[in-house]
C-alpha cells in the first residue's frame, strides 16, 4: 500500500509504474470507491426499515442463517492487515510468514469447540450477557465492558490509521491534511452504516466485503498460478529463484522467527495471543447472536472456517507470487515495505484496473472491519454500563437503542481522532495488543464461567482485570513501545520485557488469576443459576425465551 508513496514523486517505481499511472488509477480508484459506498448505502437504508427493537438494532433481530453469518463472520475477521500484511509476510519470509495464516485459522476451532453453541446458547446482546449470567451483575459487567471497550478502541485505532495510509496512498493523496480528511470520510461513512443500519446494515456490508475480498483474492490466485502453468512447485522454485542468496530459506521454517531463544518465545507468544484471543474477540462473538439457533451459531463458524480458510491458501499463492514476479528486495525497497506484495502484484498482473478493483476490496474491507467493531463497543456501553449498571435494567428498550446511537458517534469521533493521531505510527502492535487483551482478559473468564461450576465473581474480576493491566504493562515496556527504530517511542528505551506480545505471560496469568481468586475466595454466588446456566449453555432449553426479552 505505501509502495505508492514513491509513484508520485519519481519517474518510474520498482515495480515499473509511472507518476502517469498513478494519476490513472487515482481517478478509476475513486469511481469504483464510490460505486461501492452507493451500492452498500442502499443496503444499509433497506436493511434499517426494520430496526424497531433493541434486538434488530443488536443483534439483526436474529434473522440472519448460518451460512450468511459465517460469511460475515468472515468478512469482519479477515481485514486489510489480513490480506496485504500476510502477503508480504510470505513474499519476503516465506514459511514463517505462513504461519500466520495457520494459526488465524486454527483459531476457529477453539471458537467452533468451546465458544459458538455454548455462548449463542447462554447470552442475549454481549460477552457480559455470559460472564454476569450466574455472577454479580454489576462488577462483572462493568469489568466486562472496560475490556470489551479496550479491544475495540485499540482494534478500531489500527485499522482508522491504517484506512488512512492505505486509501490516501492509493488515491495519492500523501500529505497530512489529505490523509486526515480520508481518515475523517471513512470514520464519517462508518458513523452512518451503523447509525442507520444497526447490525442488520453492518452484516449486509461484511457480506458483500467478504465476497469482494474472496473473489479478488481468487482471480489474482488463478492469474498468478497459470502464469507457471498452474504448478505450485514451479512457483516455489520462481521464488526461491527471485530470493537470491537468501532464495532457499523461504522454504525452510525459521527464516524470521528462528534467530535467537527470544525470537522463538516471541513467535510461540504471538500464536498464544492469535489462537486464544480469536475466540475472545468482542465483535467476534456478537455475531453468533445474529442467528436464530444454536444449531445455526456452530453453522455459521463452519462456514467462516471454509470461507477463511480458502482465503488464507490463497494468500500462500499470493505471497510466494508477488516474491517471485515482484522479488523480495523490490518489495522491501518501496516505502510500504511488505505491505506492498499485494498491491504490486496486482499493478504487475492486470495493470490500473486490477488495483483499482483491488483498493475498492481494501476499502470494503477497512469499512467492514470499523463498522463491527462501532456497534459492538456501542452496544457494550449502552447494554451493560447504561441499561444493567446505571439504569438498573429499568429502561426501555428504544432508551437503549437511543443510546447506543449517541455512543455510536461518540466512538466514531475518537476513532477518527485516534486515527489522525496514529498516522504513520506502528499500528502492528495495536493490533497485537486487541488480541492479547482478548486472550488474556477475555477468554479465561468466558471458559470458567461456561465450564467451572466453583468459578466465583471474584474469581472473574481478578482475571478479568488482570490479564488486561498484566497485558498492558508488558506491551507499554516491551520493543514495540520503546528502544528500537520501529517502536512507537524510538527516542526513548524503558524496554525490559523483550517480547513483543505479552501472551505467552498475560494469559497464563489471567488462567491462574482466576483459580486463585476462586479458590481463596468464599462462594457467595447462586447455585441454581450456575446449574441454570449449564443446562441453557449446553441444551439451549431455555435460551429462546432470554433472548426474546
Known amino acids: 500500500m505505501s509502495v505508492l508513496t514513491g509513484y508520485v514523486s519519481s519517474s518510474v517505481s520498482a515495480a515499473g509504474i509511472t507518476a502517469a499511472d498513478i494519476k490513472n488509477t487515482t481517478f478509476l480508484n475513486i469511481g469504483i470507491f464510490a460505486a461501492f459506498v452507493l451500492v452498500t448505502l442502499v443496503v444499509v437504508l433497506r436493511a434499517s426499515r426494520n430496526n424497531k427493537t433493541a434486538a434488530d438494532y443488536y443483534a439483526a433481530g436474529r434473522s440472519f442463517s448460518g451460512p450468511q453469518n459465517g460469511t460475515a463472520i468472515a468478512g469482519d475477521y479477515l481485514s486489510a492487515a489480513s490480506f496485504l500484511g500476510i502477503c508480504g509476510a510470505i513474499a519476503i519470509n516465506g514459511y514463517d510468514g505462513f504461519l500466520y495464516s495457520i494459526g488465524f485459522l486454527v483459531a476457529w476451532l477453539v471458537a467452533l469447540l468451546l465458544v459458538a453453541e455454548l455462548l449463542r446458547n447462554t447470552g442475549k446482546y454481549t460477552m457480559a450477557d455470559v460472564l454476569s449470567f450466574r455472577l454479580k451483575q454489576r462488577p462483572v459487567r462493568i469489568a466486562a465492558a472496560i475490556t470489551t471497550l479496550v479491544v475495540c478502541f485499540f482494534y478500531l485505532l489500527a485499522q482508522m490509521a491504517g484506512a488512512g495510509a492505505l486509501i490516501s496512498l492509493l488515491l495519492g493523496v500523501d500529505d497530512a491534511v489529505g490523509q486526515g480528511l480520508v481518515i475523517t470520510i471513512v470514520g464519517v461513512l462508518m458513523i452512518v452504516y451503523v447509525l442507520i443500519g444497526g447490525m442488520k446494515g453492518t452484516t449486509w456490508v461484511q457480506i458483500i466485503k467478504a465476497c469482494l475480498l474472496i473473489a479478488g483474492a481468487a482471480i489474482m490466485t488463478v492469474w498468478v498460478l497459470s502464469m507457471y502453468g498452474f504448478n505450485l512447485s514451479e512457483l516455489l522454485g520462481g521464488a526461491v529463484a527471485a530470493g537470491g542468496e537468501n532464495g532457499a530459506s523461504l522454504l525452510d521454517p525459521g527464516k524470521q522467527y528462528g534467530a535467537s531463544a527470544t525470537t522463538k518465545l516471541d513467535f510461540i507468544s504471538l500464536a498464544l495471543a492469535l489462537v486464544l484471543g480469536t475466540a ?147 499500528v502492528a502492535f495495536l493490533v497485537a495488543l486487541a488480541f492479547a487483551v482478548a486472550a488474556s482478559a477475555n477468554l479465561p473468564t468466558i471458559l470458567y464461567s461456561l465450564f467451572w461450576k466453583r468459578f466465583t465473581t471474584r474469581g472473574a474480576l481478578w482475571s478479568m482485570y488482570g490479564g488486561l493491566i498484566s497485558c498492558v504493562v508488558l506491551i507499554v515496556f516491551s520493543p514495540v513501545f520503546s528502544g528500537k527504530a520501529t517502536s512507537i517511542i524510538p527516542d526513548a528505551n524503558f524496554a525490559w520485557f523483550p517480547l513483543a506480545n505479552p501472551g505467552i505471560i498475560s494469559i497464563p496469568l489471567a488462567f491462574i488469576l482466576g483459580w486463585l481468586g476462586t479458590v481463596t475466595g468464599k462462594n457467595t454466588e447462586d447455585p441454581a443459576k450456575q446449574a441454570e446456566m449449564e443446562v441453557r449453555s449446553l441444551t439451549g432449553v431455555g435460551a429462546e425465551k432470554a433472548v426474546s426479552h
Do not use: C
Open 280 to 426: 475472545g474477540l468482542p465483535h467476534v462473538l456478537m455475531r453468533f447472536y445474529t442467528v436464530p439457533t444454536a444449531k445455526e451459531a456452530r453453522r455459521s463458524v463452519v462456514w467462516a472456517i471454509w470461507l477463511i480458510g480458502i482465503f488464507y491458501l490463497f494468500t500462500l499463492v499470493l505471497g510466494y507470487g508477488a516474491g517471485a514476479i515482484i522479488g523480495p528486495e523490490a518489495i522491501k525497497g518501496a516505502p510500504g515495505g511488505v505491505n506492498s506484495a499485494a498491491p504490486l502484484l496486482a499493478f504487475a498482473l492486470g495493470g490500473p484496473v486490477l488495483l483499482g478493483i483491488i483498493s475498492a476490496v481494501a476499502f470494503a474491507t477497512i469499512l467492514a472491519v470499523v463498522a463491527g467493531l462501532t456497534i459492538t463497543a456501542a452496544a457494550s456501553f449502552s447494554h451493560d454500563i447504561y441499561a444493567n449498571v446505571i439504569r438498573k435494567g429499568n429502561v426501555s428498550p428504544g432508551g437503549e437503542v437511543k443510546v447506543a446511537r449517541i455512543t455510536v458517534v461518540v466512538i466514531g469521533l475518537l476513532a477518527i481522532a485516534g486515527g489522525i493521531g496514529a498516522r504513520g505510527q506502528n
